[in-house]
């Protein structure tokens, strides 16, 4: 028996404040409400053209703990540098600070690469195209950069 192809579906994320969580990712990629409830237990899916790609549950406290086993950050792959461009000057507007400056390369010699940075709870977040950062610097040497922010 063969194994089928597998794609990720969407991923849900806990979240300390609905609505601000909201806001961000709908501000940041343009994301659609597809479904929303507040009443005992508060959530919302987020997605375009119908598709769910987020989902967020208000079910925490505090902030992402990053030293502890399970997710190390989340990535989304955008078409072009252009559009890692875009989501970078949406991210200044909204006031995020960036792990590094700007956009950078996944390692020495990549074409591919992106911006770093931590959501409104802490969950670190990577937006990245897979060509043209050529000939940019890596900001960590000997290994990828997305694993050591």
């Not at 000057?89 to 400056?101: A, K, N, Q, S």
Request: one cysteine or more.
């Amino acid at each position: 028996m063969s194994n089928p192809a597998l794609k990720t579906g969407h991923v849900a994320l806990n979240v300390t404040d609905l609505g601000r969580s909201i806001d961000f990712y709908e501000a940041l990629f343009d994301f659609d409400v597809l479904a929303r409830a507040e009443d005992e237990r508060a959530w919302a899916l987020l997605g375009t053209e119908g598709v769910l790609s987020v989902a967020l549950w208000e079910q925490s406290d505090g902030s992402f703990a990053t030293g502890l086993p399970g997710l190390h950050h989340l990535s989304f792959e955008v078409p072009d540098i252009e559009a890692v461009r875009a989501a970078e000057t949406t991210l200044e507007r909204l006031g995020v600070e960036f792990f590094y400056d700007g956009v950078v390369a996944h390692g020495e010699g990549a074409t591919s690469g992106g911006v770093f940075f931590h959501d409104p709870d802490g969950v670190r977040l990577e937006i990245y195209a897979t060509t043209g950062v050529d000939g940019d610097s890596a900001p960590v040497k000997g290994a990828p950069t997305c694993g050591f922010f």
